[in-house]
C-alpha cells in the first residue's frame, strides 16, 4: 500500500487547495486515513482524519470550519478541501494509512506517503 498525495502548490491567504490521495489496492473496510503536515523545524503534526469504512471524519481545532476531510471508496482516494487558508497552513502535507478506528499521533498510521509542499502567501 503507498499512498499517493497531490495537489499541493502555493496560495494566497484566504485562498483554497484541494489536496488528494490515492490508495491503491486497499480494500477501505477497516481502514482510516489521516492527514498531517510538517512545517520546517516543528514535529509533524495530524490535521484530520477519517474511518475510510463510515466515513466518521474528525478534525484539530486549528482547522475545523476550514478544512473537511472525504473519501470516494470507488476511486480509492481520500480529500482534503482547505478552505480560508492563512500562512500558518504552510507545511509539507502527507497522507498515511492506519487501522480504523483510528489513532491520532504518527505513530497510530502504517503507510505513508511522500507528501505534498503547500505554501499560503499573507
Known amino acids: 500500500v503507498q499512498p499517493v498525495e497531490s495537489g499541493g502548490g502555493l496560495v494566497q491567504a484566504g485562498g483554497s487547495l484541494r489536496l488528494s490521495c490515492a490508495v491503491a489496492?486497499?480494500?477501505?473496510?477497516?481502514?482510516?486515513t489521516g492527514w498531517f503536515r510538517q512545517a520546517p523545524g516543528k514535529d509533524r503534526e495530524g490535521v484530520s482524519y477519517?474511518?475510510?469504512?463510515?466515513?466518521?471524519?474528525y478534525y484539530v481545532d486549528s482547522v475545523k470550519g476550514r478544512f473537511t476531510i472525504s473519501s470516494d471508496n470507488r476511486k480509492k482516494t481520500v480529500y482534503l478541501q482547505m478552505n480560508n487558508l492563512k500562512s500558518e497552513d504552510t507545511a509539507v502535507y502527507y497522507c498515511?494509512?492506519?487501522?480504523?478506528?483510528?489513532?491520532?499521533?504518527?505513530?497510530?498510521?502504517?503507510?505513508w506517503g511522500q507528501g505534498t509542499q503547500v505554501t499560503v502567501s499573507s
Open positions: 498515511a494509512v492506519g487501522p480504523d478506528p483510528y489513532g491520532l499521533g504518527p505513530q497510530d498510521f502504517w503507510y
Open positions: 477519517i474511518s475510510l469504512g463510515t466515513g466518521n471524519p
Open positions: 489496492g486497499l480494500s477501505f473496510d477497516g481502514y482510516s
